[in-house]
């Protein structure tokens, strides 16, 4: 499958900026996925994106947070004001060959101080 | 709403032996796949085996096989010939087909291989 990356691979921030975190480059592909993970905690769906929309999205996807496909290839995830507790990794997913299987980008580790 | 139990957050295994990680999972879906995740320390999410509850054939790939009970909502993982490289946290995770098709991950298996 090919790869999905993600960058920047580590983002430090301040509480209160806005980050974004990026998949790139990721073309033909029409089902993403953002997954977070608390460390030491288990993956917790955040959003689906589907043909340049939102599919569904968890109580977790409150309104700091949204998502684009800005250019028709990076998908991009945005935290308008973060908080101390966003700090997590947080994992872009695509869909394989078949929808039913997703395939995980290395993460970015977000450090909010 | 869907659980997904890991009721063993650590295992350790011998090189070269073999363990199996449990996994249970709640659901009234008829239609669903059910998958491990292997994440290494570097923390990446690497995709080991995955299985279709409608398949009664159990899901193999090389080294890891399956073990699934559609009735009592069991997944479990096998690991032959243990290598220290299989050394990772073990998630077991569930979809429903549809047009969301998130993934609901368990809270995962710490494996530890001694040499």
């Known amino acids: 499958e090919p790869e999905v990356t993600q960058t920047p691979s580590h983002q430090v921030t301040q509480m209160g900026q806005e980050v974004i975190l990026r998949c790139v480059p990721i073309s033909n592909h029409l089902y993403f996925y953002w997954y977070r993970q608390i460390l030491g905690q288990k993956v917790e769906f955040l959003v689906s994106f589907y043909n340049n929309e939102i599919s569904e999205k968890s109580e977790i996807f409150d309104d700091q947070f949204s998502v684009e496909r800005p250019d028709g290839s990076n998908f991009t995830l945005k935290i308008r004001s973060t908080k101390l507790e966003d700090s997590a990794m947080y994992f872009c997913?695509?869909?394989?060959?078949?929808?039913?299987?997703?395939?995980f980008g290395p993460g970015t580790r977000l450090t909010v101080l | 709403a869907q659980t997904v139990t890991q009721s063993q957050p650590e295992m350790s295994v011998q090189e070269a032996e073999t363990v199996t990680l449990s996994c249970t999972y709640d659901?009234?879906?008829?239609?669903?796949?059910l998958f491990w995740y292997k994440q290494p320390p570097s923390r990446q999410m690497i995709l080991v085996i995955r299985q279709e509850a409608y398949k009664q054939q159990n899901a193999t790939e090389n080294r890891f096989s399956v073990n699934f009970q559609k009735a009592a909502k069991s997944f479990s993982l096998k690991i032959s010939d243990s290598q220290l490289g299989d050394a990772a946290m073990y998630f077991c995770a569930y979809l429903v087909p549809g047009s969301a098709r998130q993934l609901t991950f368990g809270s995962g298996t710490q494996l530890t291989v001694l040499p």
């Open positions: 659901t009234s879906e008829s239609d669903y796949y």
């Open positions: 997913a695509k869909t394989g060959s078949s929808y039913n299987e997703q395939f």
